[in-house]
């Protein structure tokens, strides 16, 4: 069995936060899987499904996100799960708007939610780090990551949770390569290698200079012949063996 949580603050005033974009994924993966519908448990709310024919369990902490681990660690002794079948989904800041980075253990890097999973879980779970940018000062971060997404973040972030959702088997079943590879080509942040520069070709109808010469003819060719004498003594042996070219 494998526990996905998805991290966030309960209540409406808060769905729209950046800080809620777990839960957002949670319940994409929902709609897409068709799990059950969210009852309350572990001091959270549960849904139950399959990815890929195993039985998943998603859930929400609704403890607030500095008590996240509460609710997952219960859940966690509960169906004496460990941390390698634990994944959890959560917002980033040292990561770019709809940029993502998935690993198994690591820092909580400040991330309250984190820090509480730490304390309840230990650290060898896998994170989804879903990137929403960073304010550029420390001073913004609070109305930052509490701050709903604006209007225009829609067009990259309904894709990349719809990616999310769809590709989400390849999450459960530790395909990390494949989940990331599929999201970057779903949402176009897959970077198109440069084209190679063509060679020109005879079939191009350009010759390389020197073509179709060996390097002995192109070095004749290029040799530029020296003028000879026309006074001096020089001049006057080779009149003497050759004539003045006269007739």
Known sequence: MLLIAGLGNPGPQYARNRHNVGFMAVDAIARRHSFSGFSKKFRG???????????????????FMNLSGDSVGEAMRFYKLGPADIIVMH????????????????GHGGHNGLKSIDAHCGKDY????????????????????????????????????????????????????G????????????????????????????KPAGAGKSHVHQARNTAQPKALPTSGPMADMLKRLFGDGKT
């Open 126 to 177: 896998k994170r989804l780090r879903i990137g929403i940018g960073h304010p550029g000062h420390k001073d913004r971060v609070n109305p930052h990551v509490l701050g709903d997404f604006a209007k225009s973040d829609a067009l990259w972030l309904e894709p990349l949770l719809d990616a999310i959702a769809d590709h989400a088997e390849l999450m459960a079943r530790g395909d990390d390569a």
């Open 91 to 106: 917002d980033e800041l040292d990561l770019a708007p709809g940029k993502l980075k998935l690993k198994t253990g690591g």
């Open 45 to 63: 709310e549960i849904a139950e499904g399959t990815l890929g024919g195993d039985k998943v369990l998603l859930l929400k902490p609704m403890t």
């Open 179 to 206: 989940f990331l590879n599929k999201i970057a080509l779903a949402t176009g942040a897959a970077d198109p290698k440069p084209a190679r520069p063509a060679k020109a070709s005879a079939a191009d109808g350009v």
